[in-house]
C-alpha cells in the first residue's frame, strides 16, 4: 500500500512534533534526576502516559488488555522500562545530545536482532552499516581514554534493550496497537509503583509542574507517533526520527550550557549515516518484495 502525499507529509510533520516532545521529555527527566531519584522520575512519566492512555481507551482499555501472546507482550514492555531507566539513570552524569546520540544506534541494532532472531536476512553492506555505527557509539563513549564516564555505557545498553523491545513487537503483531500500547503502559506503571516507594523523596511544589509535564510530554509523543505511523509509510518517515539529535543538542545548550564536543559530533554522524544506509537497504529491499499496486 502507498500513502498520499499529503498524508506522508502529515505523518513527517506528526513524527517532528513527536521527536520534539520526546526530547523535552529526556530534557525534564534529566533536570528532575538532579533532585529526585531516577525510579521516581520514570514512575512520574508512566503514571502520566497510563492517565492519558486510560482517559483515551476508557471503556476498551482493560478489554485491551486480551492478548494472543502475553508473555511476549510482557517482555516487550520489560523492555521498553528498562531502556528508558537506562537512558534516565545515564542522564544524570552525560550530556542529553551524547546520551541521545548512543541511544540513536538503536535502528542498526533491530536489523541485526531481526537477522539473528527473527531469520531475516543481512547481506554484507548492512553489516558494515551495523559495525559502522557500533564504531561511532564508541567514538563518543571513548573507552580507556580520560574522558570516558562509565555512565556512557546504559545507553548503549538502553539501545540494546530499546532493539529488543522492538523486535518482541514485531513477533507481537497478531496483537492490536491498543493491546500493545495498554500493555506498556500497564506493565510500566504496576513495576515503578511498586519500587517506588523504596526511593520516594517528597516532591518540592517548585518541582511539581516538571513531575506533571514530563507524564504528559511522554503520553503526548506517543500517541503523536503512533499517529504519524499510521498515516504514512514507516519507511518513508523513519529517518527523521534523527532529528531528536538537533533537539539533543539545543536543549543541552539552552538548559545547562553545554555543547556537544567534536568527538561527540562525528560519532552522531557516523551513526546517522550507518543508520540512513541500512534504512534505505531496507526500503529498497521491501519494494522489490512487495509487488506495487497503483
Known sequence: MRTSSPEQAQGILFLLLAIFLFTLMDATAKYLGQYYPVPQVIWARYIGNLVVVALYFRASFLPSLRSRRPGVQFGRALAQLASAALFFTSLQYIGIAEATAIMDINPVLITLG??????????????????????GAMIIIRP???????????PLIGAFTYAAGALLTRMARTDTLATSVVWSVLV????????????????QMDHLWAFVIIGLLGAASQALIVHAFSLSEAGAIAPFGYTSLIW??????????????????????????????????????????VPRHE
Open 144 to 154: 580507556g581514554l580520560g574522558v570516558f564516564h562509565p555512565a556512557a555505557i546504559l
Open 188 to 203: 510500566g506503571s504496576i513495576a515503578t509503583s511498586l519500587l517506588v516507594p523504596f526511593f520516594w523523596q517528597p516532591v
Open 248 to 289: 539533543a543538542a539545543l536543549w543541552g545548550w539552552l538548559f545547562w550550557g553545554v555543547l556537544p564536543d567534536r568527538w561527540t559530533v562525528t560519532g552522531a554522524v557516523i551513526i546517522v549515516i550507518a543508520g540512513l544506509y541500512i534504512w534505505s537497504r531496507e526500503n529498497r529491499t521491501a519494494r522489490k518484495e
Open 114 to 135: 531481526a537477522g539473528l532472531f527473527l531469520g531475516e536476512q543481512i547481506g554484507w553492506r548492512r553489516i558494515l552499516g551495523i559495525v559502522a555505527a557500533l564504531v
